[in-house]
């Protein structure tokens, strides 16, 4: 019986000691799903538009603004993949957050094409004037 007992603590030690590991610290939801909207914009960019920057150094500057180290991100992203209906509730809001970024950087891109718009008698204006500049200045052209 002595010896049983001993054999049932050795068995339950692990158990306990595993049972009392605090968990690790997760980086809070809404912070999560800001940082993958990020990453998900950052991911898409074509090189040219990044010009001489590096997406890892971008990606490290998008951790530093937001305080998380890229470790903690990464045990916080298996930790919320392994509840996989919640983690497909968070990515629906983050394609929401990235189809309005979407929609808004094309409402601006329209307004923009809209004020450079220039109608049929502005254009003349601009050609006789390039024209009569042209007439005194040869370097105009």
């Known amino acids: ?14 158990l306990t000691f595993y049972a009392c590991e605090k968990e690790p ?4 939801e809404e912070l999560y799903k800001t940082i993958m909207t990020e990453l998900a914009i950052l991911n898409q960019m074509d090189q040219e538009v990044l010009g001489e920057r590096d997406k ?5 500057e998008i951790f530093q603004s937001y305080g998380v180290e890229e470790d903690k991100f990464s045990r916080s992203h298996e ?51 390039r024209a009569r500049n042209s007439d005194t200045d040869p370097d105009s052209l």
Do not use: C, W
């Open 1 to 14: 019986m002595k010896n049983y007992l001993i054999f049932a603590l050795i068995l339950l030690f692990p």
């Open 25 to 28: 610290e997760l980086v809070e």
């Open 56 to 60: 890892d150094e971008l990606r490290q």
């Open 79 to 129: 930790i919320y993949e392994s509840d996989i209906d919640a983690q497909m509730e968070r990515v629906k809001d983050i394609q929401d957050r990235l189809k309005t970024e979407r929609d808004s950087i094309q409402a601006a891109e329209r307004r923009h094409k809209d004020e450079i718009k220039l109608g049929p008698d502005e254009i003349r204006e601009q050609i006789r004037s």
